[in-house]
């Protein structure tokens, strides 16, 4: 372990969150990482209510060390009576330390002043009666030249405070969280410094090139160049030809992987680094040794993550007002996650690629998937809370073989999946573990769920009058699009344009939309989405049938992200040209089962149905789970409306 020669009490003592994560009547959820091993006294207090205190004990939380003065809490404490719904209810962790008395009774408003809204002393949430108001988005990438969605959501939540009646039930994250494959220089170096500062846990690296953590740490490589870190390569062509066929994305598939993350401890600073602003007023950045070209690189992305990093503190407000859901895309682990049999043979097939992959996933299980269903996913939880105990006995080194054990277990978890019961339910899929093989050209894109994953989504969807889908990828998307997608697979390339969509695997595609068609599923199916980097709505109906289920696929993407305006804009007037309603071409398509219409954004111009700006989508239900509202919270300051197209200007 890094020797930082660090106090404990020479750093704050809590690092990162509260976060809300899946919170209930009778239980108090929430994420938090600190310097040191903490007591913490929870105080609940309802408006128009006495506060509810009490110390919190080992059975309400689990504390798993992460480095010399890094602590994971994930608190799931059971609460004395049954909160109630529909009204404010502040929260505070009161820090209290037996080595430090000047600390007692220290509240959020000492230690992170930052989480509170003006006038206030401590964070506050509601609990909602139903599922029927909800925010949603997906791909948060730091170093987008562009405002941060969660950090803008900061000003429009501050003002629904007022009415906890109409607060939205949950922050539904959609996928791409963090980017692990794609980091900018100067994230990367602040990764290392923090690293270092907070002394986290070290391991090696067997089939790579390099012995161990440290000494990638200290490689020259190790900025803007680790895709010449991957083992027994000798150049770049080299890789391409043994681990990708040629495809011009070096280290895995991500077009941006010069910095990818390879290490647990890297994986876990990036998701300090990402939510919350602690971390960055510890650690002092240094701009590494580079040649002209990445020093240039450096300099202009290391403004647009100073820009990042000082609207953290709204983002991290936000997380700690609302209660959130998360599921993985592909960018939490790497780019094309699984996009074809070839590319999981290739990746699984070697230690290195595969230890990658399996730290990232561990960061997903202790920072995301944890807070969705803690009971669901208590195994792999208690083996990583092994493994990083172990280590903290071993001079902050993780067994190797330990790790390759507990990861390989992770790879055959099947659970990530889960469902939240209410008015409509909430079902949020899993479309990177469990993908439908294509067994005869490995080389085709998977189907996105297999067929018993699908099956079991089909008994969520049976006889309920009304579901919300989280699919990250969107069932529906721009048929343009995934034409252009079908044309680089059928060419052998489907890494090139990442064809991923629930229409590229026919098995897959065909039982997706018979599940929709079948007769006992005949309720009001909202699916949200992300992924692409644009967001639209459109309405669904079965053809030639009068009684059937109403679909509203409701795509919300980037958080901090975009598609690149040009492109987008010719992509969007092509596919309405090609595909309009009485185009031959809809009956070359996998959904033309279904009859497909748009809405179009109220700021867009005249015909354009695509809107591209980053943000969050926000959603609003009826009784009966049709869309009342659809819009987008655009970071530029403008909501943008997708009224139903009977009711648009």
Not at 15 to 27: H, N, V
Not at 161 to 183: F, I, K, N, S
Not at 261 to 283: D, N, Q
Not at 465 to 493: D, N, R, Y
Request: charge should be negative; hydrophobic fraction near 40%.
């Amino acid at each position: 372990m890094n020797d930082t020669g660090t106090s404990d009490h020479d750093l704050p003592a809590i690092l990162a969150g509260p976060i809300l994560r899946r919170l209930t009547r009778e239980r108090f959820r929430a994420w938090l990482v600190t310097s040191r091993e903490l007591t913490l006294k929870l105080e609940l207090t309802p408006q128009d209510e006495a506060p509810h205190r009490r110390v919190l004990g080992d059975d309400d939380y689990r504390k798993i060390p992460l480095g010399r003065h890094a602590w994971l809490y994930l608190i799931d404490a059971a609460v004395d009576a049954p909160l109630p719904q529909d009204t404010l209810i502040a929260y505070d962790l009161q820090v209290v330390e037996q080595n430090a008395p000047d600390s007692l009774g220290q509240g959020a408003a000492r230690w992170a002043p930052h989480l509170c809204h003006d006038g206030q002393s401590a964070p506050r949430f509601v609990l909602a009666s139903s599922h029927r108001r909800l925010l949603h988005g997906s791909c948060r990438r730091p170093h987008y030249d562009g405002p941060d969605g969660l950090a803008h959501l900061d000003s429009w939540l501050a003002g629904q405070l007022d009415h906890p009646e109409a607060m939205p039930a949950w922050l539904l994250m959609t996928g791409d969280q963090v980017y692990a494959d794609d980091v900018a220089g100067p994230m990367l170096v602040a990764i290392h410094a923090l690293i270092k500062r907070l002394g986290l846990f070290d391991e090696v690296l067997e089939g790579a090139v390099i012995d161990d953590s440290p000494a990638l740490y200290a490689s020259p490589a190790s900025y803007y160049r680790r895709e010449e870190l991957l083992p027994d390569v000798k150049s770049t062509d080299d890789l391409k030809d043994r681990f990708f066929g040629g495809v011009r994305k070096p280290v895995f598939t991500s077009a941006s992987a010069a910095n990818h993350l390879m290490t647990f401890a890297e994986m876990m600073a990036m998701y300090l680094l990402v939510w919350s602003p602690t971390p960055w007023r510890i650690i002092e950045l240094t701009c590494p040794e580079l040649d002209d070209e990445h020093r240039e690189r450096y300099q202009e992305q290391a403004r647009v993550i100073d820009d990042f990093v000082e609207t953290l503190p709204a983002a991290a407000r936000v997380m700690a007002h609302l209660p959130s859901l998360m599921i993985f895309d592909d960018h939490d682990v790497t780019d094309d996650w699984n996009l074809t049999a070839q590319w999981e043979q290739t990746a699984y097939g070697h230690p290195f690629s595969k230890r990658i992959i399996g730290n990232a996933l561990m960061a997903y299980l202790l920072c995301q998937g944890w807070g969705n269903d803690p009971d669901r996913l208590k195994t792999p939880l208690d083996d990583a809370q092994a493994l990083l105990e172990d280590a903290r006995q071993r001079q902050g080194w993780l067994s190797a073989a330990d790790q390759d054990a507990c990861l390989e277990r992770l790879f055959r978890f099947e659970g990530w999946e889960f469902q939240v019961e209410g008015t409509p339910r909430l079902v949020v899929l899993d479309t990177r573990t469990r993908r439908w093989r294509n067994g005869r050209k490995p080389h085709r894109p998977s189907g996105l769920m297999d067929w018993e994953a699908l099956s079991e989504f089909q008994q969520e969807l049976i006889d309920a009058p009304s579901v919300v889908i989280v699919s990250p990828a969107p069932m529906f998307g721009v048929k343009l699009i995934e034409a252009i997608q079908k044309l680089f697979t059928l060419a052998g390339k489907p890494l090139m344009v990442d064809a991923e969509n629930w229409m590229a695997h026919r098995g897959a595609a065909s039982v997706m939309l018979n599940i929709f068609r079948h007769s006992r599923t005949p309720g009001h199916y909202v699916i949200l989405s992300g992924d692409v980097h644009y967001s639209f709505v459109y309405d669904i109906r079965i053809r030639h049938r009068r009684q059937g289920p109403k679909i509203w696929q409701v795509t919300s993407s980037g958080i901090k992200n975009c598609f690149p305006d040009t492109l987008l804009d010719t992509f969007d007037r092509l596919n309405r040209w090609l595909y309009s309603p009485r185009s031959p071409l809809n009956w070359f398509t996998q959904r033309r089962p279904m009859a497909v219409e748009p809405r179009d954004p109220d700021h867009a111009k005249a015909g354009e149905r695509l809107w591209n700006g980053p943000g969050i989508g926000l959603i609003t239900l009826a009784e009966d789970g049709s869309p009342d509202d659809i819009r987008q919270l655009d970071a530029r300051g403008m909501e943008v409306t997708f009224p139903p197209p009977d009711k648009a200007p």
